[in-house]
């Protein structure tokens, strides 16, 4: 093949590529996104509004600290572009109201013995309406609303590494053991829960300190968070990383024992599925629009290699690449009437000197007329 030949040849080969490389991007960024569109206005039937309920309250957030003010956001979508098949209308449920039972007290007393503490331990007076128990011998503390039922136990599980065995729990036991303790203690009788998704960290002793391993053979505890979902979408809390419902459990013994259960956090609000309320949600470019001006919440930020079982210490966040956005409920361990919409940016957080790490943002995403956040 003379030199004529191939120049020509390679002009050709560029041309191909350059038409490959056009009609790939005009298919993927512009053609299907814009179909894609056209289709669901065309075809896609949005529930008719039915805002029974009224102006809903507002949403109460927990803001994660982080030691600087007004990072960078940056778009980081698959497409660079914000979804576009998200829904302009979603439900609002009810919670069912806690109600008041003259055995709220003795229930209480009950759901302490499964887990370890006796009439000896506890520390508060029965005339008020939260109960309390302290076991000195594990550094374990107990609380119990008997009005909201919202259960906190925690332990120093500081230099307690003789107490749990090595290679004694995986992640099938730990769910297993995690369900039936709330079960005896009357905490996953809702509906959602059972047919709902978990997460499970193991973790070891390293010195006198937990931290997550990845090994069956050195976990000696886990770590476990549930959650549930309604029309198919998440139901999220404060913190989307953390289940409403979570237990550290541990494989140590039979009897109740606050070691066999040396963590939990239990709040326990039953959703009313059946609900016709019917809200309008803003529009994705406004909600994003929120972001960029600083005006969502971050409410989950995790350091690359962060310790599940450490406490977390506020970072510097100085660019947010927001990966994925989508639309979940929102319920927190205060009562709230309704189960509300918002939207949830997830992604990455970029640090000079620093691995980063991931992040999440959330914002109200029932429009501005319904809600009685402020204007």
Do not use: C
Request: charged share 20%; hydrophobic share 40%; glycine share 6%.
């Amino acid at each position: 093949m003379n030199l004529t030949k191939t120049a020509e040849l390679v002009k050709k080969s560029v041309k191909y590529f350059l038409i490959a490389v056009v009609s790939y991007y005009l298919l993927t960024a512009v053609i299907f996104p814009g179909s894609a569109a056209l289709i669901k206005a065309l075809f896609t039937k949005e529930t008719p509004l039915n805002t029974i309920y009224g102006q809903l309250d507002q949403l109460e957030f927990v803001r994660k600290k982080i030691e600087n003010d007004n990072p960078q956001y940056v778009l980081n979508t698959v497409n660079a572009r914000l979804p576009g098949n998200l829904p302009t209308t979603m439900k609002v449920y009810k919670f069912r109201p806690p109600q008041y039972s003259y055995l709220a007290g003795k229930n209480a007393a009950a759901e302490a013995a499964a887990l370890g503490f006796t009439d000896e331990d506890l520390i508060s007076d029965l005339s008020g309406t939260v109960y309390k128990w302290r076991k000195s011998q594990t550094s374990s503390f107990l609380t119990i609303d008997i009005n909201s039922r919202v259960l906190s136990l925690t332990t120093n599980m500081d230099g307690k590494n003789l107490f749990f065995e090595p290679g004694s729990i995986d992640k099938e036991k730990a769910v297993r053991l995690a369900k039936e303790r709330f079960l005896a203690i009357r905490r996953f009788n809702d509906e959602l829960y059972p047919n709902g998704s978990q997460t499970v960290k193991l973790g070891h002793y390293v010195g006198n300190k937990l931290y997550e391993t990845d090994s069956i053979a050195e976990a000696q505890v886990a770590l476990v968070d549930f959650f549930r979902s309604i029309d198919e979408y998440p139901i999220l809390g404060p913190d989307p990383s953390e289940g409403i419902l979570r237990m550290i459990v541990t494989d140590r013994s039979k009897k109740p024992d606050p070691l066999n259960n040396p963590v939990v956090e239990a709040t326990y609000w039953e959703i009313n599925t059946d609900s016709k309320a019917v809200y309008p949600i803003i529009d994705v470019k406004e909600a994003w629009k929120m972001v960029t001006e600083n005006k969502a919440v971050i409410v989950n930020v995790t350091p690359r290699n962060a310790n599940p079982f450490g406490t977390y210490a506020p970072v510097t966040v100085e660019k947010i690449l927001i990966d994925n956005i989508y639309l979940a409920y929102y319920e927190t361990p205060k009562f709230q009437t309704y189960l509300q919409p918002i939207y949830v940016f997830s992604g990455k957080y970029t640090t000079r000197g620093t691995e980063g790490g991931s992040i999440t943002l959330y914002f109200p995403a029932v429009t501005g007329e319904w809600s009685k956040r402020s204007q």
